[in-house]
């Protein structure tokens, strides 16, 4: 989901005092207390006496602090980079940090970016950086008072390092100490206020190497639990047959030998399909493979790719529906032009594929409901699950655990997955918990994806060689049209999902037009890692990189000439462009192909330049990645370096291979051979760089996909002279020019 | 598949296995994939399911020391063979490979979601069985049937060099 896009809920924003915390946590009678005594029981790893100073901090009496961490960490590293904000300001140790996952709460755990509890849009550091390290400050102020009262001493002269707190006096103590104490300490109104937030100059662990993943030791070990992982007293695997077809519904089933599998124990019909309840998964599968199923089609989508491709390439070649971006008279300008290139572009579905596929776990009683499953969306989930079950939302608790990967698809703002778990726990009667569990095939088969689109665009230069007009044509389905979430996403007929990198073009060009048509398909479509960025970068960095070749201008430098105005991506483009050794002008050894790309989402900046080989049999090696990345301030170097790795390696799989099709309605893949990810061998070395900042820490988990196809279709450009317009390439065979 | 040992073990319908130095007796049918045995039978839940198909290398685990795809294996197939998984790689008894590719990998940070780092370890333990010093081609052979929704390869790449050298020292 996008940064900007603003998401209604129930939860006010988190007030971020103690104070309001205790209001909402504790009631009255709690509201001269500074901390609030946990339940010992539900405190994780910790003994009895553990103490909650706010929403975000927990200290154990043996030193130990959890932090509950709000976001979802599939991969992405919140749960480090969280960790890390309150350990600054605490003075902590690494070592005595511990993290949890934070429970459905939209009072307390809101992303600020959306005003509603979710992770996505690259915001999980973004919106908690004042947050979490006003957590931390304050927490460390009680309890540096609690030692300072102790002592008799002011509390200027005491000094925390590593968690140890010191007086010159000689006396020395723990946090774990004082909890108790400081728990007791009356909160001066506006403490959170006057409590300063550590000076830039002065972070220990902000921003220095060397600082390990939280996740290192549960996820070598085997240790982590994963929502497949969770096994309840007496609970179900479900496993579910889908319409092969989306929109299909069940016209009838045949059960019979489903049931003689052993293991299992019911078949239930629910709105999405039949689901096999087992006392295994193996059972569960066994069972739903055995089941018969009749579809009813009649309200189905059934047209095949071909069809759907032709009708997105004939939107574009007409007028759009609506207009994203009207700046000049791009249109007049481009017939007067001397110079126009025109391209058209297609871009596949794409399934998001992550490794553990979808599941999730429901307990569901008369008077409550408990789901465990990694909580991607929970402002939508919960309250969803109150209307399928006729509970309150405070009577939906939802335990999160740790996700196999996501890359957008475990927050969905119809609640899918999460709807189909409930529908079958309900189908029982709350018999015995339920645990869904969808194969791979199933998680390839049954949606959502990224949208396919179509793109067209003339552009002109001007006698200079600069860019004069630019007209781009955009055709798609809308992520978030028939969503509860369209009223505030799409504006005017514009699904900014559709259009965002292309309608807010960075190069200085005087005459813009990007025009909208969207597609209504009966294919579940959704934000898929980087969203609308997935398709518009790829246009607009190959067609930058067309013109400068058309002028005659070397790619850096033409960009450069029309960014003076965007010094952040002319900061990282140069990054990248030296760390890399691109010399305007310099010919490659035959073979060889040299690409770059520049593009800003999600408020950070990333730059790439991509180095090919043209293998024997004509198809394409990517040899090297050079990054460069401006994201704010920087939490953590390593988890910065390790997500734009990712997204390289994200972005470079669907760019080879990746693709969504369907043949009268029905996906043609099934499993990791039809629809293959990058494998090793496919992995270029990949070097990170960033560009030294004060600003406000941006986001790193999507802003590496992006520019990795253009920058290799421009290298690929650079190798053959021919253009990749297209994606994937697929079998698509190369000479070297 | 030695046919003898099938038809004994689906008679007595307990299959006995020896997972992790331990002898276990398990209630199922003979043609289990081993990986559901461990997951839902064992409870060791580190070794993952992803494809089902072998085409992720998520469940893989150590069978006589070979680097086999779980989810293919069948209970009433594994006989005698010893079956390692990653809480026996890298626990108390763990082989010199597997403390070398733990402290690796920790040290490298690889991992990101971490679903499939279990089989990325087991694949990169059995590779350094064999192979003390694995060049890139090889590690991208022994490595190929693994998948990383991540792309954590590069340090996976990294970390196995790094293995190498602390089993060196």
């Known amino acids: ?737 | 598949m030695p046919a003898g040992r099938w038809v004994r073990q689906t008679r007595s319908n307990m299959i006995k296995l020896n997972i992790n130095g331990e002898a276990r007796s398990v209630d199922v049918d003979a043609d289990t994939p081993l990986l559901w045995v461990l997951r839902d039978e064992i409870g060791l839940t580190g070794t993952k399911f992803g494809c089902g198909q072998a085409l992720c290398g998520a469940c893989t685990v150590h069978m006589d020391g070979q680097a086999v795809r779980s989810c293919q294996t069948m209970a009433g197939d594994v006989g005698d063979a010893k079956i390692v998984t990653i809480e026996g790689l890298v626990g108390a008894d763990a082989s010199k490979e597997g403390k070398a590719v733990q402290a690796a990998w920790r040290a490298l940070d690889v991992v990101q979601c971490g679903y499939c780092q279990s089989g990325q370890m087991m694949s990169a333990a059995a590779l350094l069985t064999e192979n003390k010093k694995p060049t890139d081609d090889d590690i991208d052979a022994a490595m190929s049937g693994n998948v990383c929704r991540c792309a954590t390869y590069h340090r996976v790449r990294a970390a196995i060099h790094d293995a190498a050298k602390r089993l060196e020292a």
């Open chain 1, 1 to 737: 989901m996008t940064a900007h896009t603003k998401i209604p809920a129930a939860a006010k924003s988190v007030d971020l005092s103690r104070r309001g915390f205790l209001a909402v946590a504790g009631g009255a009678g709690l509201g001269l207390m500074v901390g609030l005594k946990v339940d010992p029981a539900a405190a994780q790893g910790a003994a009895g006496g553990v103490v909650q100073f706010n929403p975000f901090v927990k200290v154990a009496p043996d030193g130990a602090i959890t932090v509950v961490v709000k976001h979802l960490d599939m991969g992405q590293g919140p749960t480090t980079g969280l960790a890390t904000l309150i350990a600054e300001e605490m003075d902590a140790d690494w070592s005595q940090m511990r993290t949890e996952f934070a429970p459905a709460d939209g009072n307390l755990y809101a992303n600020l970016a959306f005003k509603a509890q979710g992770t996505g849009g690259s915001t999980a550091m973004a919106n908690s950086w004042e947050q979490y390290r006003t957590a931390g400050a304050t927490a460390r102020a009680v309890l540096v008072k609690a030692a300072a009262d102790k002592w008799q001493v002011a509390q200027g002269e005491i000094v925390v390092d590593k968690g140890v707190l010191t007086h010159p006096s000689g006396k020395r103590g723990t946090y774990g100490e004082f909890a108790e104490a400081a728990s007791k300490i009356p909160a001066p109104t506006g403490m959170a206020q006057e409590t300063p937030y550590k000076d830039v100059a002065k972070f220990k662990l902000i921003g220095k190497e060397g600082l390990h993943r939280i996740d290192n030791d549960p996820k070598t070990d085997g240790t982590a639990i994963y929502t497949q992982d969770v096994k309840l007293p007496g609970m179900l695997v479900a496993a579910v047959a889908h319409s092969p077809r989306f929109g299909g519904k069940v016209k009838s089933f045949d059960d019979a030998e489903a049931k003689k599998v052993k293991g299992v124990e019911r078949v239930v019909q629910i709105p999405s399909g039949v689901a096999v309840l087992a006392k295994s998964t193996w059972a569960a599968f066994k069972g739903r493979d055995a089941l018969k199923v009749e579809w009813d089609f009649s309200a189905a989508e059934s047209r095949g790719s071909d069809e759907l491709l032709a009708m997105a390439k004939d939107a574009v070649s007409k007028p759009g529906v609506a207009t994203a971006t009207n700046t000049g008279d791009a249109e007049g300008a481009l017939k007067g032009a001397a110079k126009v290139i025109e391209a058209d572009y297609a871009f596949p579905y794409l399934a998001h594929a992550p490794m553990e596929p979808l599941n999730c776990v429901v307990d569901l009683k008369k008077d409550r409901a408990h789901l465990i499953y990694a909580a991607q969306f929970q402002a939508i989930d919960q309250p969803t699950v109150a209307a399928l079950t006729g509970l309150k939302p405070e009577q939906v608790t939802i335990e999160t655990v740790w996700a196999g990967g996501s890359f957008g698809r475990r927050a969905v703002p119809s609640a899918d997955y999460v709807t189909e778990a409930v529908m079958i726990a309900k189908a029982i009667d709350g018999a015995a918990p339920v645990k869904l569990v969808w194969t791979r095939e199933d998680d390839t088969k049954a949606g959502y994806y990224r949208p396919f689109y179509a793109h067209k665009v003339r552009a002109a230069i001007g006698a200079d060689g600069m860019p004069i007009a630019w007209h781009h044509r955009v055709a798609g389905q809308s992520i978030f049209s028939g969503t509860a979430l369209e009223a505030m996403a799409v504006k005017d007929g514009v699904d900014e999902t559709s259009v965002e990198g292309a309608s807010n073009l960075a190069y200085a060009v005087p005459n813009l037009k990007v025009e909208l048509t969207t597609l209504k398909v009966g294919v579940p479509v959704l934000w898929w890692r980087s969203v609308g960025h997935t398709h518009t970068a790829h246009v607009v960095e190959t067609m930058i990189d067309e013109l400068a070749y058309a002028a005659g201008k070397d790619p850096v430098e033409y960009r450069l000439a029309l960014l003076k105005d965007k010094p952040r991506h002319t900061a990282a483009l140069k990054l990248a462009a030296e760390k890399s050794g691109w010399t305007a002008g310099a010919k490659l050894e035959k073979g060889k192909g040299r690409g770059v790309s520049v593009h800003e989402s999600f408020n950070t900046m990333v730059a790439q330049v991509v180095d090919v080989s043209i293998q024997k049999d004509g198809s394409i090696k990517v040899d090297r990645v050079v990054a460069a990345v401006d994201c704010g301030v920087v939490i953590n170097p390593d988890v910065v370096r390790a997500q734009i790795e990712g997204g390289v390696g994200f972005g470079l799989g669907a760019a080879l291979r990746n693709a969504i099709t369907l043949k009268e309605g029905e996906v043609e893949q099934a499993n990791f051979d039809t629809y293959e990810p990058l494998r090793i061998e496919d992995m270029p070395k990949v070097e990170v760089h960033m560009v030294k900042s004060e600003q406000k820490p941006s986001g790193v988990g999507e802003p590496g996909v992006p520019p990795l196809a253009p920058a290799l279709a421009n290298a690929i450009f650079s190798a053959t002279g021919e253009r990749v317009r297209d994606l994937p390439l697929g079998d698509r065979k190369f000479k070297s020019a």
